[in-house]
């Protein structure tokens, strides 16, 4: 394992060629302690290619921001259900969320940006989440965000959240499918998948940051919408942007 986290450059090269079964398999088989994030379409496609690859490997956490719609929330229970998996849900500090609602209110976004909000609802989570595993499997793909994720490798060294003196690796199998394969995939498997995808819901985030997008629109406009396309991380993927 140690072996592995030392080049990851060079593994994302051998890595790139493989399928996203096989960058899946080489993460269950390399990593004790790894978790699945599940927010997407594309996170359950991971995870149904981890069942059936290592059902006894699979560990799957997802962000409760307590803003997301709620077809999302029964979606996450139906994969649950489906997979018949724990799906272990993280929430933001109940202390920082009530400072910020009531100084700012519930919508500061709107009038700021979605740094702050993001900040508490999803990052802090994430890094307590991450601080608990080893490595993590992203659904993340490269044609995804215009500004923030076309060079994203399959595997990387995530900085961003490691813990001190000690490192994480990141797995991103989908970084070279196209929102296309993912949904043949979906399709030909029987995935489950979030319902507002069938209200023209392309990108799915929280509820007051996410909107449908129309013919022609790239699924990104969807989210953030009155801010700027390289702005458009929450910060869960800080290595994006950092770079
Ligand atoms: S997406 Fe919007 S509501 Fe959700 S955490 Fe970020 S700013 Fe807050």
């Not at 910020?100 to 989440?129: A, N, Q, T, W």
């Not at 994203?152 to 196209?178: G, H, Y």
Request: with cysteine; aromatic share 10%; charged share 25%.
């Amino acid at each position: 394992m140690a072996e592995n986290r030392l080049n990851t450059v060079d593994l994302d090269r051998q890595l790139s060629e493989q399928t996203p079964q096989e960058i899946i398999q080489y993460a269950l088989e390399e990593f004790d302690n790894i978790a699945i994030s599940f927010s997407g379409a594309e996170d359950v496609v991971l995870i149904d290619m981890a069942c059936k690859i290592n059902p006894g490997k699979v560990q799957v956490f997802s962000l409760d921001t307590g803003r997301l719609h709620a077809e999302t929330y029964q979606f996450i229970e139906k994969v649950r259900e489906h997979y018949g998996i724990e799906i272990d849900v993280v929430f933001p500090e109940a202390a920082a969320v009530n400072k910020m609602v009531r100084e700012k209110g519930l919508f500061s976004f709107y009038k700021e940006d979605h740094k702050e909000c993001c900040s508490i609802r999803k990052i802090g989570p994430l890094r307590r989440k991450l601080l608990t595993v080893d490595a993590w499997i992203t659904g993340q793909r490269r044609d995804q965000s215009p500004g923030t994720r076309t060079s994203i490798p399959v595997i990387q060294d995530d900085k961003a959240f490691a813990r001190p003196d000690d490192s994480l690796t990141k797995f991103n199998p989908l970084a070279n499918w196209t929102s296309a394969q993912v949904w043949n995939y979906i399709r030909s498997n029987n995935v489950p998948y979030n319902a507002l995808h069938d209200k023209g819901f392309v990108s799915i985030g929280c509820e007051p940051c996410t909107r449908p997008t129309g013919p022609g629109q790239h699924e990104r406009e969807g989210r953030w919408w009155w801010e700027e396309a390289t702005l458009k991380e929450c910060g869960l993927h800080a290595v994006n942007i950092n770079k």
